[in-house]
């Protein structure tokens, strides 16, 4: 939790070895819950340094172990989190199908939070300059793509109480 709490204030450095520690006892007290917690900091820690590739590797390890000791959640959030790095490493038709993955899974346990956060994803995908070529959405109304996808997600924020929306 303290790297997580250091990762969000911006202590990048400082959380990082927080994470390795705790990665460290977690994966010799057998792979549980709070592993799979931990690994899912660790991925967003990696996003956020822009380290992609380990990013990617983080979020598919969490995919698979999410999978393992069934946390539907975790599930989503590995594949929103596969879907930004390969977009940053510029697999945009790759990170296109992923956030779907994600978005399908976030809607299966009707988690709202993460439903705005892929869709989130989406608008940016469809915001990059390959996102151009992408398809349109089925039911868009908007004059682009990412603003269809970012409309949604300020639409299902707007259902939350106290919700702000960030970048």
Known sequence: QVGETLRLQGQLDL???????????????????????????????????????????????LEQEAERIMQADF??????????????????????????EALRFARKIDDVMSQIETLKVLGKIYASNAGRALPMPEDCREATSALHYLLRAFEMAQSLQDYQIGS
Do not use: M, P
Request: hydrophobic share 50%; proline share 0%.
């Open 15 to 61: 959380a990082d070895g927080f994470l390795r520690d705790a990665l460290a006892q977690f994966g010799n007290l057998g792979k549980s819950r709070n592993f799979v917690l931990t690994l899912a900091y660790r991925a967003e820690l990696a996003l956020d340094r822009h380290e992609h590739e380990a990013a990617l590797g983080f979020f598919r390890q």
């Open 75 to 100: 599930q989503s959030q590995a594949r929103r989190g596969q879907a930004q790095a390969l977009l940053a490493l510029g697999d945009v038709a790759a990170a296109l199908a992923v956030a779907h």
